[in-house]
């Protein structure tokens, strides 16, 4: 018996070891921007974000599948702007829309993490945490949900400014993200309106990874049903990487 519990415990140990050494280990991470408010929308001849949960809806579906395929012990992230949302739940909504989103952390058991500015962000994606440290536990996936352009994630838009944002990730600026923040052929896409015509050319040449990224627009109104997820906004768009 002590036999046996020594060599688990040797071969637990050289897992261990050999997973530091090889960062093998892997984190599957979704990001979620947050929504425009009709103070700033109801202008305009078709407002975005009628519901306050559409890059929320979005990014549950897409966390349980990923919940689903990779097993209870996966560590799988989502990252979500919070002002976003805190505006949005005081101004609009009247109700607190962060627990609405702690109720999905807890239905799939996930790390939640939340960011208020590029810094916070960039540091998460180079850095992971003192537990899951960047250099040993590799992004395997990267999924954006949020406003975009052809240039830029925008995580606050129209949410704070009319029609602009204050938070954003340009395309100019992913050479700070860390070529080895990632697995080898990392799944990487981008659910945002535009970002297959610039942004993915410059995220590869970044990254070293391709990022799949729309012509076009992207539509979130579809439905909450197994395996939904946003659609191209006209018939010309189409997906590339």
Avoid at 205 to 232: E, F, K, N
Wanted: aromatic content about 12%.
């Amino acid at each position: 018996m002590k036999r046996t519990c020594l060599l688990l415990l040797i071969s637990i140990t050289f897992a261990l070891t050999l997973r530091a050494q090889t960062g093998t280990a892997n984190e599957y991470i979704v990001i979620s921007g947050g929504p425009s408010l009709i103070e700033w929308e109801s202008f305009k001849k078709i407002p975005h974000d009628h519901w306050w949960a559409n890059f929320v809806r979005a990014a549950r579906i897409r966390l349980g599948e990923l919940r689903e395929q990779r097993g209870d012990d996966a560590l799988i992230t989502w990252i979500v702007y919070k002002p976003g949302y805190e505006r949005r739940g005081t101004r609009q909504e009247k109700q607190n829309l962060l627990s609405n989103i702690a109720s999905v952390q807890q239905k799939y058991k996930l790390n939640l993490v939340y960011f208020s500015t590029q810094k916070q962000l960039l540091d998460y994606i180079n850095g992971g945490t003192k537990q899951h440290p960047r250099d040993t536990w590799k992004i395997a996936n990267l999924e954006y949900f949020g406003h975009s352009n052809k240039c830029c994630f925008m995580f606050d838009y129209s949410n704070e400014i009319d029609s602009g944002s204050k938070v954003w990730l340009h395309e100019t600026e992913l050479k700070q993200i860390d070529r080895k923040d990632f697995a080898p052929r990392a799944f990487v896409k981008s659910w945002g309106c535009h970002t297959g015509e610039s942004m993915c050319a410059l995220w590869r040449r970044a990254t070293g990874q391709r990022m799949i990224g729309a012509i076009g627009s992207t539509d979130y109104s579809g439905s909450d049903v197994p395996g939904w997820h946003p659609t191209l906004g006209s018939s010309t768009g189409r997906w590339v990487h």
